[in-house]
């Protein structure tokens, strides 16, 4: 990440405060508060597998949903309700507005924003894919709306080798944005020419090769599940490398007692709700004495919380965080979004 880009990462983490601690009272109350005025506003809760435990277990008791960056956009577009809550991060917001136009789109916090979207400002952007006009331009979900609509095709995790491999057979050179780590994947994984924008994820880069090998010896009956934006010295010792979903999949399905989870602990929700007998443990990242600000927590998933969302839903305007897209940047962002989407069906068939 340029020096710049880490700059702005961290004049946006002096931001990113989870909320106070609650007594189980506290939390009972927040939760029948904010079902009810769900209820009232015709309004439905999309929240990603990384937002706290309780942030989930709300979305999914009032009918919402608990899934990955490219279910949440399908569910929020599919879904009847005139507004979507979307407890996420920033682009997710955005994302969902561009699919559901017609749609209020509200966040608990519009401070809840992405290294990697900080990472790629749409200016540096432009200047690198005048640079390079003969490759196709491949971005990743987790991009403002200005990078999405500078982009051939948008891309979730779920499905980038698939589609680096088919843009790679029909002898597409790619430019991809902005995750280093995962282009470094694909790029493996595929044998593509993939040219990468140097975006990381805080929370994933912190992951250690070295402490997750000590952690295997101690458990040596685990699994190792790594998402790919984690760097490739931790990737390479994984059993499964995938997006959350391809890696809740694996925890239920693989016949391992014990996980050794390289990704957001958010996910620890699903994965204990679907293999409430299996262990899962977080791997280890350098710890919050050094260069960690996440550890194994996104600090932005983390301010989706009780208390902004019923404030969000008890006030006509969403104390100002609802999320607005200009129509024409949503029209243009809208076509590789939709590719993507087109994609994402076509492999599930
Ligand atoms: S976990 Fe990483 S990629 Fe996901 S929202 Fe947080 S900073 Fe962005």
């Given amino acids: ?46 929240a990603h597998y990384y937002t706290d435990p309780e942030i989930q277990a709300l979305a999914e008791e009032s009918g919402g949903c608990v899934a990955d960056s490219l279910e949440m956009a399908r569910f929020g577009k599919e879904h009847p309700a005139s507004t979507l809550i979307v407890a996420g991060v920033r682009f997710m917001g955005e994302t ?5 136009p017609e749609k209020r789109v509200f966040m608990p916090t519009l401070e809840a924003t992405c290294s990697l ?11 690198f894919r005048e640079q390079h006009p003969d490759r196709t331009v491949v971005v990743y979900a987790n991009t403002s709306a200005a990078v999405k609509a500078r982009a051939d095709w948008v891309v979730t995790s779920s499905i980038a080798v698939e589609l680096i491999e088919y843009l790679d057979q029909r002898g597409e050179k790619i430019l991809w944005a902005p995750d280093q780590h995962l282009g470094a994947y694909v790029r493996d994984k595929t044998g593509a020419d993939v040219l990468c ?48 979903s391809q890696l809740i999949k694996a925890a239920t399905e693989m016949p391992n007692d014990t996980f050794i989870v390289a990704t957001d602990k958010g996910i620890f929700y699903k ?36 208390e902004n969302t019923l404030a969000v839903l008890q006030d006509e305007n969403g104390c100002g965080q609802e999320i607005f897209v200009d129509p024409d940047l949503a029209r243009r962002a809208m076509v590789p979004l939709d590719r993507m989407l087109d994609f994402g069906k076509n492999l599930k068939r």
């Fill in 1 to 46: 990440m340029s020096a710049q880009a880490k700059e702005l990462v961290r004049s946006h983490l002096a931001h990113a405060d989870g909320e106070q601690e609650m007594t189980r009272e506290q939390r009972e109350f927040y939760r029948e508060r904010i079902k009810e005025k769900l209820q009232a506003r015709d309004a439905v809760m999309v």
């Fill in 271 to 306: 994965m204990q709700q679907l293999a409430p007998e299996k262990t899962f443990i977080e791997a280890p990242t350098a710890g919050s004495g050094a260069t960690c600000r996440s550890c194994a927590h996104c600090p932005w998933m983390a301010m989706n919380g009780l």
């Fill in 197 to 244: 924008w140097d975006g990381a994820c805080i929370v994933h880069e912190e992951f250690k090769a070295r402490g997750v090998e000590d952690l295997k010896a101690a458990h040596p009956g685990a699994a190792v599940l790594v998402h790919p934006e984690s760097p490739a010295s931790v990737v390479a010792i994984a059993d499964v490398v995938g997006s959350t």
């Fill in 117 to 127: 979207d900080i990472g790629c400002p749409e200016d540096e952007f432009a200047a």
């Fill in 96 to 100: 969902a507005k561009i699919l559901s």
